[in-house]
Nanobody, 121 residues
Framework: QVQLVESGGGLVQPGGSLRLSCAASATSFSLNVMGWYRQAPGKERELVATMTRGGNTNYADSVKGRFTVSRDNAKNAVYLQLNSLALEDTAVYYC???????????????WGQGTQVTVSS
């Protein structure tokens, strides 16, 4: 069982910055991949950025050079630094993880409840 708890969303002006944090409570779960997705009103949920336990990253083209994903494996935490925010970055940001349940040997993903990021002047 995995629980993901996000924090750090809020209201910011265009060009501003935010830092999102996500802490995972994971029992017998490998947390191979952790990261972030987002969903804007009327749109499908989309990838923002992910990072493997080994440090490999994957970013959406729309956020490359502006957002940075990082993680602390010892704390089972993942972070997202959002810089140069634009109006189109407004969305609910969801923490995500994917890995193996050591008890069932099955692979699955988990989602957090989401945190709202609003970019507005």
């Amino acid at each position: 069982q995995v629980q993901l708890v996000e924090s750090g969303g809020g209201l910011v002006q265009p060009g501003g910055s935010l830092r999102l944090s996500c802490a995972a409570s994971a029992t017998s779960f490998s947390l191979n991949v952790m990261g972030w997705y987002r969903q804007a009103p009327g749109k499908e949920r989309e990838l923002v950025a992910t990072m493997t336990r080994g440090g490999n990253t994957n970013y959406a083209d729309s956020v490359k050079g502006r957002f940075t994903v990082s993680r602390d494996n010892a704390k089972n935490a993942v972070y997202l630094q959002l810089n140069s925010l634009a109006l189109e970055d407004t969305a609910v940001y969801y923490c995500y993880c994917y890995g193996e349940d050591a008890r069932t040997l099955s692979w699955r993903n988990y989602w957090g409840q989401g945190t709202q990021v609003t970019v507005s002047s």
